[in-house]
């Protein structure tokens, strides 16, 4: 039986060819044009494996791969990236992709790429971030102080997120500034202090811990061990 493959790609000429690339190989290939349609298809088509595409109509490729692994939906992801995309691979892989290639590609790389990920099979790939019994699932966007479950905004998500990927080491308010907010303003500073005290009303405050730590004159460090 052929193994059987869903791409999600909105460049009809591409997903075209992508098709007949893997069909020359012995691939049965499906084709979604957006995001919506590739999401359904995922969660209804019992696919071996997926390509996705990341800058997708309706739905983004990078959503998808985050729902359908909120889902629990294992199907081995391949991201198809563009090279100055907007989007880099450790965001794909995060969300819990298991491969990226950067187009262009070669069909054989593609279709080498796609056995090895067959070979593997579905596997659970939860990528949890940890901090003591801090933990943040970038994929599910889950965050829980031991077995409580914390809900944060996308911004203090965010900011959490950044922190934790440093756990134990300082992080100044610029380069929070400049990452999470995606601005070099300085004057917007403030803004930095504001979230981390939100973020520490809802990670430390409750539990009577301090994680977020604010390191005098060069910003802050969420404790290794959860604080
Ligand atoms: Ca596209």
């Known amino acids: 039986m052929a193994v059987r493959v869903l791409v999600v790609e909105d460049e009809r ?11 020359a190989e012995g ?16 969660r209804e088509g019992d ?11 309706k739905i ?6 985050q729902q359908l692994r909120a889902e629990k939906n294992w199907v ?27 187009k262009p590609f070669s069909y054989v790389v593609l279709a080498a790429r796609l056995r090895a990920l067959l070979r593997r099979g579905a596997v659970p790939r939860p990528v949890e971030l940890l ?4 933990s943040l699932d970038p994929a599910s966007r889950r965050v829980r102080r031991g077995q409580t479950e914390i809900a944060l905004t996308a911004r203090e998500f965010s900011l959490l997120e950044y922190l934790i990927r440093r756990a134990g080491q300082v992080v100044s308010k610029s380069q929070l ?23 520490r009303r809802k990670i430390d405050t409750p539990f009577g811990r301090q994680a977020l730590q604010t390191v005098r004159g060069a910003g802050y460090r969420l404790a ?3 604080g």
């Open 60 to 65: 983004s490729g990078y959503r998808v791969c």
């Open 131 to 134: 901090a003591g019994d801090l």
């Open 47 to 57: 696919y071996d494996a997926v390509v996705l595409d990341l800058m997708l109509p």
């Open 224 to 226: 290794a061990d959860g």
């Open 177 to 199: 500034l400049e990452h999470v907010w995606d601005t070099y303003d300085s004057v917007g500073l403030n803004v930095v202090e504001v979230y981390a005290g939100y973020l």
């Open 76 to 102: 081995p992801i391949l991201i198809l990236s563009a090279k100055d995309g907007e989007y880099d691979q450790a965001d794909g892989l995060d969300l819990g992709a298991d491969d990226y290639l950067t």
């Open 13 to 23: 000429r591409l997903a075209a060819a992508v098709r007949r690339g893997l069909s």
């Open 27 to 42: 691939f049965a290939v499906d084709i979604a044009y957006d995001g919506e349609d590739g999401l359904h298809s995922a």
